[in-house]
């Protein structure tokens, strides 16, 4: 499916159906997240069960430490 | 106002001669000087903000040169902290305002020395340790503060205003494991800007108290991949949050809860910080260092030790930066070794 992440579409694999999935496959397992899939904050513990369907527009922010 | 040096700045209506004046008033506490600290300290010096207070733990080295936009290479050269130049070139900028440096790693006792008077605290740190510092004192002494943090092209940003938005804690939850705080992907200049415009921006607006005009959302963009993101996390405020919720407790305000060393990010670097506050009496450290097998240089801020294929660099306010490790045990025994707790 086809997702608009952070402002640009971007073609996910089928293995990708869920924001934890999604966040496995960015890499960002291991970072400090801010997500939200249209307009709405998808918080921590609802990661795994919250789907993702084609054309969702997701915002996935990383805390980053460097100053 | 005799050289007519704001007048850009109040011929824009949202800061004019009323904003300009309360920006005269106005009082802000930078804790970095780094990329970000040199970067909107040298806005709010040109902007006219009254006073301005600078602290940073280190000092000028050549990797810092192609970002950190108030240092020379002399200052490199000769290891000059942060603070002291930043202060010196700032002063140069604007002589109208008060600009003071402090050399120093901000821990409990410094946050709750400098916070006193802050209209605003600017976050350039490049730790999360720091921020959640930052955030409890916010909280507790009623100060807002705006983060900032970027790496590689990517940046964000988020303003915290005590009893209006969540705090930094509950965004974040719990402090991310080190090894992301270190810069090892790098960092491009424009990147450090994007942020500091918007900290900068959002500083105005508070500063001359267009509370209504703050932009509210957690902004994140990546320079290089062409992506932004601007969210709106109000409901991430948590009730139960030791910082800012119902019965906070400032966790990061508790002493016991500090390190009391710490890895300098992407620096293979650990800096060790004595249990107490002192002055150090840096010339006769320095006479007793001289008589080791080892390199002794020394400028009035700080001693640079080299002995043994290591390197330490002292500074008068008791700490040490123990180069070449990221061992805590390593640095701690060869504190112990040539200067002893």
Known sequence: ?67 | MSHNRYSRQTLFSPIGETGQEKLKQSHVLIVGAGALGTSISEILARAGVGKLSIVDRDYVEWSNLQRQQLYTEEDAQNRIPKAVSAERRLKQVNSEITIQGHVADVSVEEIERYITGVDLIIDATDNFETRMLLNDASQKYNVPWIYGGCTGSHGLTFTVIPEKTPCFACLLGAIPMSGETCDTVGIISPAVQMVTAHQATEAFKILVGDYDGLRNTLLFFDLWKNEQASIKVASMQKKECPSCGDSPSYPYLNKENQTRTAILCGRDTVQIRPPHMFERDLSTLKQKLQRLDGKVEANPFLINLSIDNQRMVIFKDGRVLVHGTKDITTAKSLYNRYIGG
């Open chain 1, 1 to 67: 499916m086809t997702l608009t992440i952070n402002g640009n579409a971007m073609d996910v694999p089928e293995t990708v159906s869920s924001v934890s999935d999604l966040i496995t496959h960015l890499e960002l397992g291991s970072k400090r997240l801010v997500v939200e899939v249209n307009q709405e904050i998808i918080d921590k513990s609802m990661h795994a069960e919250q789907q993702l369907t084609n054309g969702d527009r997701v915002e996935i922010v990383h805390f980053v430490g460097g100053g």
